[in-house]
Every structure is written in structure tokens, then in C-alpha cells.
T-cell receptor, first 113, second 113 residues
């Protein structure tokens, strides 16, 4: 069974530029999560989707971050404009149902200079 | 507000030792708790998931226990090997089972040959 796929793996941009990350969850997984992991910290949830609807985006900085999950499968996370403090690893996870084991992708390491 | 703490932040042991990693959480009303492993530059790999009604879960040389009333979980690693070197993270899912995981900061383990 294929795992959670993410791209790109690495991205370096200058502040005020925009960037987008892509995630393809495990086939059949209805719930998809985006987490932000700053160096030395545990991941923090940014947004949670159930199929193509948003369940929780309370910690998403909506003035600069946006996310969508078209057709309830792939998802994209966008940052526009980026700030220095957005430098982090962005992790995508999926699960069959809420409360089940979450499976994580390899992450995208973003560096904002 | 749920807070998860992992102590120590780093641990170095000689190969072959049995060791215990600690995780504490402030709100005992949880649905389940999950332990993850993270290798440098990689995503998270799920190790064990314990439901709130369970006391422990085992997988190979790993054993995770849960004491909900005291807000504690431990991950026991038997006969440690250099390949066990990684960062170990615990995460809790609240009693309402939104699926949102609250993570600790992690314990970085080094097993020396």
C-alpha cells in the first residue's frame, strides 16, 4: 500500500514570495491533516479536512495561509506572502477515520530567507 | 487546554540497555494516545496507538503504557540498538475524538554501539 506522498521535499524562497505544497493521502483515507513542525518542536495542526470539507482550521493563519482539498483526495497548502517565521517542515497526514492511526508523509522543508 | 510534555529532551544510552521514555499530559480526558518515531529529515512513523480504555500496547521490543488518571504514558524499549536512534514523539487525541493530535516536543534518543 502506497504511503502519504508530498511534494516538493524542499523549498527555499525569499520572504514575501508565495509557495504551495501538495499532498496525496493514502487511498481511501477520508481525513487529511496539515501540520507545521518548527525545528525542535512537535508538530502543530494547521488544518483538518473530512473528505473535502474543513473540520478544524482554528490554528491556520488565514491572512496568509490557505488550503483546499478538491474532490476529497489530494490537497494543497499555500502560503502568500511568506514570512521568516514560516520556516518549518510541513507535514501531511491521513487516516481512515478520526481516532484511527494517523499516517504521515515525508514532509516539505521550507526555508524562508 | 491540553499540554503534552516529554522529559528528557535528549537521552544517550549504550547499546543493549532497556530504557523508558516519558510523556505527560494535563487533561486526562483523552480518546487515545499515539507514539511516533521521527528520523532526521523524515516524516513521522507510527509506533503504537493506545485507546483510552487500554493500559498497554506491545509491538516487538516496544511496549507503551497508559495511566489516564495520572496523565502519563511511557514507551519502554527493550534491548536498545543503534538503529533505535531517533526522536520519539507522543501525541494525544482529545476525548471528543476530533482526530486533532496534540504533540509533545519529543525525546531525542541516541544509542551508542
Amino acid at each position: 500500500e502506497a504511503g502519504v506522498a508530498q511534494s516538493p521535499r524542499y523549498k527555499i524562497i525569499e520572504k514575501r514570495q508565495s509557495v504551495a505544497f501538495w499532498c496525496n493521502p493514502i487511498s481511501g483515507h477520508a481525513t487529511l491533516y496539515w501540520y507545521q513542525q518548527i525545528l525542535g518542536q512537535g508538530p502543530k495542526l494547521l488544518i483538518q479536512f473530512q473528505n473535502n470539507g474543513v473540520v478544524d482550521d482554528s490554528q491556520l493563519p488565514k491572512d496568509r495561509f490557505s488550503a483546499e482539498r478538491l474532490k476529497g483526495v489530494d490537497s494543497t497548502l499555500k502560503i502568500q506572502p511568506a514570512k521568516l517565521e514560516d520556516s518549518a517542515v510541513y507535514l501531511c497526514a491521513s487516516t481512515q477515520e478520526r481516532g484511527y492511526e494517523q499516517y504521515f508523509g515525508p514532509g516539505t522543508r521550507l526555508t524562508v530567507t | 487546554k491540553q499540554e503534552v510534555t516529554q522529559i528528557p529532551a535528549a537521552l544517550s544510552v549504550p547499546e543493549g540497555e532497556n530504557l523508558v521514555l516519558n510523556c505527560s499530559f494535563t487533561d486526562s480526558a483523552i480518546y487515545n494516545l499515539q507514539w511516533f518515531r521521527q528520523d532526521p529529515g523524515k516524516g513521522l512513523t507510527s509506533l503504537l496507538l493506545i485507546q483510552s480504555s487500554q493500559r498497554e500496547q506491545t509491538s516487538g521490543r516496544l511496549n507503551a503504557s497508559l495511566d489516564k488518571s495520572s496523565g502519563r504514558s511511557t514507551l519502554y524499549i527493550a534491548a536498545s540498538q543503534p538503529g533505535d536512534s531517533a526522536t520519539y514523539l507522543c501525541a494525544v487525541n482529545g476525548s471528543s475524538n476530533t482526530g486533532k493530535l496534540i504533540f509533545g516536543q519529543g525525546t531525542t534518543l541516541q544509542v551508542k554501539p
